[in-house]
């Protein structure tokens, strides 16, 4: 298990594995790049969000991002659909030491859809 914590502390994630046993990408795409969350995929079976949060939505209002009801600290995706086998954790909430040296690929949300580049640790 892998504990993530938001700056205040209010809002922890235990998740199964540490990012580097997962797909992980930074995202440009209009959130993310705003965000400047690194995101870590996990089915939502397997991961446990204790703490309150706030949730923002917008478009189709399919997807919920939470943060910090506290500190603000972005810190998971998971959609509406809670039958959505897949929800995106913020790597950046994760221990320092699992991301000194992470391979993060940089993914093109914005336009392509595909992997453009990557970079080496946080
Ligand atoms: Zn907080």
Redesign the pocket.
């Known amino acids: 298990m892998i504990e993530a914590?938001?700056?205040?502390?209010?809002?922890r994630l235990q998740v199964p594995k540490p990012p580097e046993d997962v797909e992980i990408k930074e995202c440009n795409c209009s959130i993310c790049r705003r965000t400047g969350a690194i995101l870590a995929y996990y089915s939502p079976d397997h991961v446990r969000v204790s703490?309150p949060t706030d949730v923002y939505m917008w478009g189709d209002r399919s997807i919920e991002f939470h943060r910090?009801?506290?500190?603000?600290?972005f810190s998971h995706w998971i959609a509406v659909d809670k039958s959505y086998d897949r929800m995106g954790v913020n790597v950046r909430l994760m221990p320092a030491e699992l991301l000194t040296n992470l391979r993060i690929p940089k993914f093109d949300g914005a336009n392509t859809w595909t992997i453009i580049g990557e970079r080496r640790g946080l």
């Open positions: 914590s938001c700056h205040c502390g209010a809002l703490g910090c009801k506290v500190c603000g600290n």
